[in-house]
């Protein structure tokens, strides 16, 4: 509902038509089976467009789907290891951490520990630093080493994406050691969403 006395109108055509009373505007638009579109609502006064505002809602609508078509979607894929994963079962699970980060996705990997092996976070932290070596050509460490119950958790981006400031992340083995070693004093935790997993 517009509620000031006169708006700036915009003719279907584009053309402006100047300053009119809001009612003769509306009267306008009715004329020509269309609608008064307030699209200026700050001005001074309000601009208005005569328009068929159906039409007008289903391009808006198509184009926003059109973008979104166009976007790529990042997912978060989940491989898990062992602390004491042998070779064989760490090549294999690394194949599915490169095609994640080739095919643009990231990978969240996570070393899950049974028992009595929490005691030895360190045998984790190293399965990490392995996997952040074998990538470092590839990814970025988004999210260093943290831990999260019974489970330590490392998140890898593909290289070409850019942090927030706009410059790539370095991976390093003093990233991982230092995130657990802090993680370990402070006990804090972080949730990573996961779209897919690889056990």
Known sequence: MIRVREVSVIGDDGEP????PTDEA?????????????????????VCRIMDYGKHKY??????HEAKK???????????????TDQHDFDFKMKHVHRFLENGDKAK???F????????REFGQKVLERVAEQTEDIAIIEQSAKQ??????????????KSKKGAPQKSSKPAVEK???????????????NNESAE
């Not at 391009?59 to 926003?64: F, G, H, L």
């Not at 790529?72 to 602390?83: D, G, I, L, S, T």
């Open 59 to 64: 391009k808006a609508s198509k184009k926003a």
């Open 148 to 161: 999260e119950g019974r489970t330590l958790v490392m998140v890898l981006a593909p290289k070409n994406t």
């Open 26 to 46: 509306i009267r306008m638009a009715e004329d020509q089976d269309l609608d008064l579109v307030e699209v200026a609502p700050n001005s001074n006064p309000p």
């Open 109 to 111: 990997v996570v070393i």
């Open 17 to 20: 038509l100047g300053v009119i």
């Open 113 to 120: 520990f049974k028992g009595r092996e929490i005691v030895h």
């Open 70 to 84: 166009n976007q790529k979607v990042v997912h978060v894929k989940e491989v898990k290891f062992r602390p004491n």
């Open 179 to 193: 995130a657990v070693e802090e993680d370990q004093e402070s006990g804090t935790e972080a949730t990573v969403p």
